[in-house]
């Protein structure tokens, strides 16, 4: 099954495909560093742990046992997406990466905690307003 894609065609809708696909490009940056001095390396590790625990937490989210329970799945989401934005922010700034090089990842980490943010305000409103 083909999932639904923005209006640039890119990008999955559904946020636990986006949330995979961004983790998936998260391994290969980190892949590429495996060669790389011990800076780089410890970044990346650092990395890799927040940036696959962002889709991690999503798909978590979806069995959530309570409304409660899946406002603090997306909480921690957030806060992962927010510490992966700053290692490559990190990665970018010591010249490790080049800023070509993650400029995408950063933009797309920006955009996935703007959504984040709205799935738990929406969902905070809607158990307001039970």
Known sequence: MQ???????????????????FAVEIVTLCR????????????????????????????EAQGGQSRADFISKYAIARKEARETHYWLRLLAATGIVTDNAVSTLIQECNELIA????????????????
């Open 115 to 130: 959504i984040l943010t709205a799935i738990i305000k929406n969902t905070q409103a809607n158990r307001s307003s039970q």
């Open 32 to 59: 590429s560093l495996e060669q790389a001095d011990s800076a780089a390396c410890a970044l990346a590790r650092q990395l890799i742990r927040s940036g696959t625990s962002i889709g991690a937490n999503v798909e």
């Open 3 to 21: 999932r639904a894609k923005d209006k640039a065609g890119s990008k999955p809708r559904d946020i636990c495909e986006r949330t995979f696909s």
